[in-house]
């Protein structure tokens, strides 16, 4: 980290809802990013600033300068994220959906590089990272993925309980009860509709 926000982002969904949105995980900050099929809607990926943009938004608040993307690198990060969700998914079922060794194949080879070298502040907090370039972040990106699938929570990666919708998040709560994307959007919904059915329900 390198700065004291919240962890998490602001998603914006068409038609202006705006909610926070902590997923957990640096890695499945990602994939609300875009994607193929039904997640093209929310791209924001087209240009390397769309990716400069989401990483001073991300867990690592990095400022725009520290990282240069080329346009091969962006789409690499996009095979990356794509793969990654692919693979979220696989573990939010349980196995009803089983990985695809080739997405396997691309978060290895992005985590066999150099990742972003971290730095140490005189005053023993986190700085930045030392300037590095989009296949540096995309090693940084797959070997957080790595480190989730085979850590002590891999077993809490969920997606989201409502119906409509299809965000995925790991459970870091110390219950691991965690249920919705965000108590303030799905969450929220489910009480009023429950609340609601109590009050339609037939007394007797």
């Not at 809607?41 to 087209?46: D, F, G, K, Q, V």
């Not at 690592?60 to 993307?69: C, E, F, K, N, T």
């Not at 005189?122 to 989009?134: H, K, M, Q, S, V």
Request: proline share 10%; hydrophobic share 35%; charged share 25%.
């Amino acid at each position: 980290m390198t700065d004291e926000r919240s962890p998490g982002l602001v998603l914006h969904y068409p038609g202006g809802a705006r909610f926070h949105f902590d997923p957990g995980a640096l890695c499945l900050e990602l994939l609300p990013t875009g994607g193929p099929g039904p997640y093209a809607r929310y791209e924001i990926l087209h240009r390397p600033s769309g990716l400069l943009e989401w990483l001073g938004q991300s867990r690592l608040g990095l400022p725009a300068d520290a990282v240069r993307i080329s346009d091969d690198q962006l789409a690499a990060v996009r095979t990356l994220r794509d793969a990654l969700r692919r693979l979220t998914a696989a573990r939010a079922s349980g196995g009803r959906a089983p990985a695809d060794p080739a997405d396997h194949t691309v978060l290895n080879r992005a985590a066999a590089r150099p990742p972003l070298a971290p730095q140490i502040a005189p005053d023993g907090t986190a700085a930045p990272p030392l300037p590095g370039d989009g296949d540096q972040l995309a090693s940084t990106l797959a070997r957080d993925a790595i480190a989730l699938f085979t850590g002590p929570y891999a077993d809490r990666i969920r997606e989201c309980g409502a119906d409509d919708c299809q965000l995925l998040f790991v459970d870091t709560s110390r219950p691991g009860r965690r249920r919705w994307c965000s108590m303030e959007r799905c969450g929220n919904r489910h009480k009023v509709r429950a609340l609601r059915a109590r009050r339609e329900r037939p007394e007797g």
